[in-house]
């Protein structure tokens, strides 16, 4: 309300409050500016130092080194922090999940790695959920299933039976039959569900499976599947914030250097992402050149943000707290794999990505030249200020937080 004022009449009211509301909106937005980054040396216990460059008001701490292909983070109902480990890039069953314990927050390191499943087949995910009766489950997400076991708190080894509560597609790595992608991630939301990604079969092409490029909503139990959402053709990490569920998504490598986009959803039920019939371009919708469909890409939403192609986007959180630096206040923080092929050196770094703003840079470093120091794959919230995240090139778990 404007105070101490009398309105002659309604009308001249919704006259002014027009004016005024038309006025802000057309203001220039403020727009937050790209930090300054400054070279932090990294000295690992194998001797190998390089620099990572980040803001000159956080530190990077080796927090776990040592490791394979480290993957995806999930914290345990004890506190503890658990691990995937996909051992390397091929199809194989030498995965591990770690827990990751005795940690120290002064020094920015976990004191103890211990394997807590090993053998596994390609593991990319696992996660904890606490039942209505208070039972803790462990969820792991292998290439070719989801299973679950009851958990007991202060466990270093599964203590329950497994149970499979979904099977997926699993031909490896042969293009043949139809490999590609490995890794099916998990998330579970407010509303009992739980989700799970799934990869296509290809770069682009028509799927004969329907379970391909989507993301699943089932039971935690496994029951009542169903597609949630399709045309993804490869969402590495899927995660609530709030009551929204984001995916990183994987474009198609078939359009040249520099299309089509890596993209960022808020998934909505039953939408259509397009893939592999229509592509995301500067977050514009364009058609595929040679695979069609009737519809076209008239009901293909564009993306809620987009990254370079080939930059390989994954892990991402959301920084929002009043006490989060300002750098990344109200900003995701989103992992760029990187392209596989050093020469198109797309990603290898962290970005701040706000929503109809320009990519900032938070941390870079990982790639000089055709040198390769890391590439950053899970990104973990711990509180306002600080985070992990998984370097699955180098085997190592980054601490990174605010200066006190």
């Not at 983070?73 to 691990?83: E, M, N, Q, Y």
């Not at 474009?251 to 893939?275: I, Q």
């Not at 711990?382 to 998984?390: A, C, V």
Request: glycine share 8%; with cysteine; proline share 5%.
């Amino acid at each position: 309300m404007i105070p101490n004022f009398r309105f002659p009449n309604p009308k001249a009211k919704t006259v002014i409050y027009f004016c005024l509301f038309t006025f802000a909106f057309l203001l220039p937005q403020v727009y937050a500016q790209q930090p300054k980054l400054v070279p932090h040396k990294i000295t690992l216990k194998t001797g190998k130092t390089f620099s990572l460059n980040l803001p000159a008001n956080y530190e990077i701490i080796p927090a776990a080194e040592g490791l394979k292909r480290v993957r995806f983070l999930a914290k345990a109902p004890d506190g503890r922090f658990f691990v995937t480990d996909m051992h390397d890039l091929t199809d194989n069953e030498k995965g591990v999940v770690y827990i990751l314990d005795d940690w120290n927050e002064q020094t920015g390191k976990f004191g103890k790695v211990t394997p807590y499943m090993t053998g596994l087949k390609n593991p990319n995910s696992c996660q904890f959920y606490t039942d209505k009766n208070g039972q803790d489950w462990f969820y792991l997400a292998e290439t070719d299933k989801l299973t679950r076991r009851k958990f007991t708190k202060g466990e270093t080894k599964p203590t329950g039976k497994p149970e499979t509560l979904a099977t997926f597609p699993d031909y490896g790595l042969s293009y043949k039959y139809g490999g590609w992608h490995l890794t099916r991630t998990i998330a579970f939301g407010a509303n009992g569900k739980m989700y799970v990604s799934v990869g296509s079969s290809c770069n682009a092409c028509i799927e004969k499976e329907k379970v391909r490029a989507t993301v699943l909503e089932m039971n935690v139990d496994g029951s009542q599947q169903r597609i949630f959402a399709r045309g993804l053709r490869n969402a590495v990490s899927i995660k609530w914030i709030g009551n929204v569920l984001f995916a990183s998504n994987q474009g198609s490598d078939h359009l040249g250097l520099n299309k089509p986009d890596e993209t960022f959803y808020a998934l909505k039920s039953g939408a259509d992402y397009g893939w592999a019939f229509c592509h995301s371009v500067n977050g514009k919708i364009i058609p595929d050149p040679e695979i069609k469909r009737p519809e076209g890409c008239k009901n293909v939403a564009r993306p809620y943000a987009w990254f370079p192609a080939h930059s390989s986007s994954m892990g991402f959180d959301y920084f929002d707290a009043s006490t989060t630096d300002e750098a990344i206040k109200n900003s995701f923080l989103v992992s760029l794999h990187g392209s596989t092929d050093e020469k198109i050196g797309h990603g290898y770094k962290i970005v701040i990505m706000r929503k109809g703003q320009k990519l900032q840079t938070f941390m870079d470093g990982f790639l000089v030249g055709r040198t390769v120091y890391g590439r950053p794959c899970d990104l973990y919230r711990i509180d306002e200020n600080s985070f992990f995240f998984t370097d699955d090139r180098g085997g190592n778990i980054y601490y990174v937080r605010l200066k006190k």
